[in-house]
């Protein structure tokens, strides 16, 4: 018994050593500023003064009561259900109807909707600044043919979101699509064939037996959405919007990077940040729960 348990202790102490490196650069580079950025959250800093004042809840307190945060927590989740329905919804449309056309003309379709993936952020909204130009724009040309009024789009409230939605669904859209692609590839061509005998066909076909077969891959894209989606948002609102008009553009990254180095106030934006873990920690909880409920990975 005491040589298995030493040998035991062995194995795990082998483990501990092989993963070591990848946990020191986890802890110093992901736990240490999440525990810096908790304990900034207390505290009333502008990163200038050499001392902070511990201010307790305060800062907690004030997002309960700040407009501002409740428009870009509202904006966040809009933002989301609408990429959501861009880079996932519009991908399975595109990849079903690819199965359709002939191979040649299938390789060019992913070398053209791939290509925007490549392109960096900064680029592409400057890009995305001349299309949306209401005066000689890609658009606002389009409008004037149509015989419309020209379009605002990055300084009207009610469009400034939709943009800056479509510059990021557009960028991910292609990489979204491969993937889609390769796990349809991955599904047996005799599951098919069985269904198809069985009198499976077209949407039918698609709706009960190809997407639960490609539930795995589909979920992995919704958890990459979201965690994409906070990544890729930040430079088109700060490259084309600044968060505006009044706000309704916003997002609560961006609100966490202009409380913090615009207005100085690294105390609240650390408890937004903390707030924001919180939220997207209760999402991952239930993503856990979903996968268990929806994702099947048989092929039955």
Sequence with gaps: MISKLSLKTRNSLKGLLLVSPALFFFAVFVYRPLIHTAILSFHDWNMVSPTRLFVGWDNYLEMLE????????????????????????????????????????????????????VVSLGIASVM????????????????????LAPLNWLSSPKT????????????AFGYNMLLLLAGLGGISGEVIDACKVDGADGFGLWLYVI?????????FILISTLSMAT??????IHVLTGGGPVNASTNIVFEIWRQAFRWFRVGY??????AVFLIFFVLMIFQMWLSEKVVSYDER
Excluded: C, D
């Excluded at 933002?79 to 109807?97: D, F, N, S």
């Design 269 to 274: 934006s650390s408890a937004i940040a903390i």
């Design 66 to 117: 700040n407009p501002a945060l409740g428009k870009a927590l509202q904006n966040s989740a809009l933002y989301a259900v609408w990429l959501i329905g861009i880079i996932i919804l519009l991908p399975i449309l595109t990849t079903a109807g690819m199965t359709y056309v002939h191979n040649r003309v299938r390789k060019m379709f992913r070398v053209t909707l791939f290509s925007p993936t």
């Design 160 to 171: 400034a979101l939709v943009a800056i939605v479509i510059i990021v669904g557009w960028k």
């Design 231 to 236: 990544e890729y948002v930040f430079t088109p």
């Design 211 to 219: 997407l639960p077969l490609l539930s795995p891959t589909i979920f």
């Design 128 to 147: 995305w600044l001349w299309v949306f130009n209401p005066i000689g724009g890609l658009l606002g040309t389009i409008w004037e043919e149509l015989g």
